[in-house]
T-cell receptor, first 114, second 112 residues
Framework: DTAVSQTPKYLVTQMGNDKSIKCEQNLGHDTMYWYKQDSKKFLKIMFSYNNKELIINETVPNRFSPKSPDKAHLNLHINSLELGDSAVYFC?????????????FGPGTRLTVT | AQSVTQPDIHITVSEGASLELRCNYSYGATPYLFWYVQSPGQGLQLLLKYFSGDTLVQGIKGFEAEFKRSQSSFNLRKPSVHWSDAAEYFCSRGAAGNKLTFGGGTRVLVKP
């Protein structure tokens, strides 16, 4: 059973398009995250939600909008895609917000914008 | 702002040899430090973490790390590497809200 799953695994699209990446966790966790890993492997947090409430919102362009329909899902919608959005996007989840709670990562979604 | 630095971008080690990966963090209150491993095409997996107490922490897969406050370091070690240890390793520091700040990563290549 996959703990944290993401769909799609690969996404190739053109500049200007709008796309969504879905994340689901079956661990019963309360907190979920989105991270971006660029071509140099640099990994940076984008958002986190706890019980469907936005907790962390880093300096991410407004074109990125997370949506959490329930505790088990955190989707990432990206409007007007740009070349610089090409990256691997990782979803993660943890039991709670505290640092003692391990984050479990999904396998990633590789987004390529052409 | 808190930061994490991994000075080595690549490390090549022979199978069976020892491995040490360096990690330095910026000065701050008691840091919450982590090491993650990312195998090719996979997500990150937690190897070990340090919050307080014993400065030598044991993790999964035979890894250990030592916290040295005087050097602002949290280096990862393994006495004898296996070919399956070839991966990207990330040191990270935690902050409020379980926000992780990652170093740039160190890619480990294992020679037969």
């Amino acid at each position: 059973d996959t703990a944290v799953s993401q769909t799609p695994k690969y996404l190739v699209t053109q500049m200007g398009n709008d796309k969504s990446i879905k994340c689901e966790q079956n661990l019963g966790h309360d907190t979920m995250y989105w991270y971006k890993q660029d071509s140099k492997k640099f990994l940076k947090i984008m958002f986190s939600y706890n019980n469907k409430e936005l907790i962390i919102n880093e300096t991410v362009p407004n074109r990125f909008s997370p949506k959490s329909p329930d505790k088990a899902h955190l989707n990432l919608h990206i409007n007007s895609l740009e070349l610089g959005d090409s990256a691997v996007y990782f979803c993660a989840s943890s039991l709670g917000q505290g640092l003692s709670y391990e984050q479990y990562f999904g396998p990633g979604t590789r987004l390529t914008v052409t | 702002a808190q930061s994490v630095t991994q000075p080595d971008i690549h490390i090549t080690v022979s199978e069976g040899a020892s491995l040490e990966l360096r990690c330095n963090y910026s000065y701050g209150a008691t840091p919450y430090l982590f090491w993650y491993v990312q195998s090719p095409g996979q997500g990150l997996q937690l190897l070990l973490k340090y919050f307080s107490g014993d400065t030598l922490v044991q993790g999964i897969k035979g890894f250990e790390a030592e916290f040295k406050r005087s050097q602002s370091s949290f280096n990862l070690r393994k006495p004898s590497v296996h070919w399956s240890d070839a991966a990207e390793y990330f040191c990270s520091r935690g902050a409020a809200g379980n926000k992780l700040t990652f170093g740039g990563g160190t890619r480990v290549l294992v020679k037969p």
